[in-house]
């Protein structure tokens, strides 16, 4: 009964190839995000949804598309994958709606380690 | 822009000692809510304490606690009695509705 979920846990790769990291959150949850962790452990958000709508888009490649098929889930897709896209990807959810309260807690997933060669 | 800083990359602390986190912020907005979140060896982003901006008292959380000053924009985190499992890296945090910014993280050491 995990809260947020994520699969792959791990995931090695080819430069090039395209993949995908699926998220889902059992808490009944309005709002997910991606977020990246890069080697030096600095945490960066790349996007937020609520309830299925993209709220958040941050500078990131267009190679990055988030995909929310209902407001459990959240997956990441990403096309021609770079070396640089290697790191470790977090979804996470939180409570709140758009015209709700202020900076609600927000709940991670166990993180998604993707190596690029 | 908001901005959160942690000026402290590294700490380290003997076991069953108190440590203080540093952690400074930089925001224009007057509501908001600050974190501060575990990451242990095994990737876990674990909550450890949360603060409600308009709220005057600090918040405590068994051994963790915080001293939240609005004016000064700080707010650091305390560990009492510090314990080997507290060894990870600590992130601060702001957060505004869906707007979430970390700060770099301070990896805490404890010593046996």
């Known amino acids: 009964d995990t809260a947020v979920s994520q699969t792959p846990k791990y995931l090695v790769t080819q430069m090039g190839n395209d993949k995908s990291i699926k998220c889902e959150q059992n808490?009944?949850?309005?709002?997910m995000y991606w977020y990246k962790q890069d080697s030096k452990k600095f945490l960066k958000i790349m996007f937020s949804?609520?309830?299925?709508?993209?709220?958040i888009n941050e500078t990131v490649p267009n190679r990055f598309s988030p995909k929310s098929p209902d407001k459990a889930h959240l997956n990441l897709h990403i096309n021609s994958l770079e070396l640089g896209d290697s790191a470790v990807y977090f979804c996470?959810?939180?409570?709140?709606?758009?015209?709700?309260?202020?900076?609600?807690?927000?709940?991670f997933g166990p993180g998604t380690r993707l190596l690029v060669l | 822009a908001q901005t959160v800083t942690q000026s402290q990359p590294e700490m380290s602390v003997q076991e069953a000692e108190t440590v203080t986190l540093s952690c400074t912020y930089d925001?224009?907005?007057?509501?908001?809510?600050l974190f501060w979140y575990k990451q242990p060896p095994s990737r876990q982003m674990i909550l450890v304490i949360r603060?409600?901006?308009?709220?005057?008292q600090n918040a405590t959380e068994n051994r963790f606690s915080v001293n939240f000053q609005k004016a000064a924009k700080s707010f650091s985190l305390k560990i009492s009695d510090s314990q080997l499992g507290d060894a990870a890296m600590y992130f601060c945090?702001?957060?505004?509705?869906?707007?979430?910014?970390f700060g770099p993280g301070t990896r805490l050491s404890v010593l046996p």
């Open positions: 996470a959810s939180s409570q709140s709606r758009i015209s709700g309260r202020a900076g609600e807690t927000q709940y």
């Open positions: 603060q409600e901006a308009y709220k005057q």
């Open positions: 945090a702001w957060a505004y509705g869906q707007n979430f910014v």
């Open positions: 808490l009944g949850h309005d709002t």
């Open positions: 949804y609520n309830n299925k709508e993209l709220i």
């Open positions: 925001t224009s907005e007057s509501d908001y809510y």
